[in-house]
């Protein structure tokens, strides 16, 4: 790749950074002795690799370090970070392997993964009153993926997961179901103000006649949820 | 110039944080004058970490250290962070804030410090923008001299440059005396006639710290080993020419147990000692 002499700072600040980001594509700038730009080619992308490696523990046992490397030389070369926040930047790999990488090499669940992976972070530094619950479903059972278990497709139920912070600062996971995922939906939906508007839109949705049982039902879930610590009073 | 807290200190890391709590308050409190955070990384955050934060800044006088602000670069200033910085310089009663002289976005953020071209015109954008962060905090700013190993696109020289962006941004400088001593072995220059042109009235405080030698003619400004003998003395000569400055120890990997930092902080107090009787 052939490059103009860079006239303005723009242009001479997106030569220096796009080959920082991709030096496979994008020469250095002219003049700079090659031991010298090697300093920084290694800073700043054992800087990122680590901080993602640590973030993310699980996508990073399931790669080898070939794997791992190609997967953060993509991201970085690829993604735009907005976030200075170094606590946020796992985010912003979540959201790379969700809506913008396309890899066919890539295990099916990875998007997933990263999701789970940054939303116990993101759950971490909430600032919602404790305890907090963010119920999830994904296509994969997320949760129990590791070197023992690297599901090749998705099985045929989906996995909901209630993601919780207790109210000791733990963050804690618990399987759960399509009925009660929906529950905790609704119980967030502001224009469902009290405990019976919820009943009557999930006996709705679930096309459920006994509205009394369902009621029991939900009543016994709240019950149970909140002597497990996943959710609070209110 | 605003009056800082004197003496010397230790930056507060993530890892250090326990080491520090752990320790008794009345001992930490003798053997460190202050302490500095990094905004970035911990704007935002909750949880035990960052309670442990709150109990230290309490406690101590508290200097801040960004990284992600980007003074020297052509993105557009991020004037959700500047607010969010300027609460956390209120929360924790921050006494100086400084930012690097340098650049880490270009189109996105690359989490880490590029060179700026030492040019005319690279002043004219760094001074602007550290004046529009200075105004939005409403307080003055230090920037520091950051280590680099190749200047792109070089017009000045980077005393030239330093010295006209403090003047056109009318702001202070964080002297990193561990940087000079780096750019003077990588970019062949004397050390001691650098700090001798810096203007002395306008450093509010120093850092310093540890580096790796790669090779004879090529440092690399890691933070991650003790501060080496020629760095104590160039320390020693900065304070002659700028008279004692509060002192900081960076120490970010490779932390050795805590009494071996304070240690170190306590060779600074040494240091500005000898200084001290030297001009009595």
Redesign the interface.
Known sequence: MSVEKPCNLREQQLLFANHLRNPRDFAAPAGIEERRMRIYRHLFFGNISNVLATTFPVIRSIMNEEQWEALVRDFYATHRCETPLFPYIAGELAEYLLHERDSDADYPFLGELAWYEWSEIALRHSDETMPTCWPMVFRFPVHRIGVGYLPQQAPATATYLLMYRRCDEQIKFMESSAATFRLLQLLDDKTLPTLQDVCEQLAVEMQHQDILSLQTMVQDTLQQLLQAGVINNS | MLVLPEGAGLGVRRGLLKSLLNTESAHLGSMLDFMEVTP?????????ATRQLHQLTERFPFFAHG????LG??DPL?VE?IAQLKSFLSLHNIHCYSEHLS?C????????L????F?E??VK?SAARIRQVQDVLGRRIAIENVSY??A??QELSEIDFVNAVIKEADCDLLLDVNNVYVNSI?HGYDPEKFIAALPCDRVAYLHIAGHYV??ED?C?DTHAAEVCDPVWELLAFTYQHTGIKPTLLERDFNFPPIEVLLAEVQKIRDIQHVEKSRVS
């Open positions: 970035d990384n911990w704007i935002g955050t909750s949880g035990a990284l992600s602000l980007s670069g052509t991020d962070f650049y976005s270009a189109d996105g953020h690359l989490y880490d590029m060179p700026i071209p040019t015109e690279a954008n190993y190749a792109p696109f990588n790669e090779a090529l690399v």
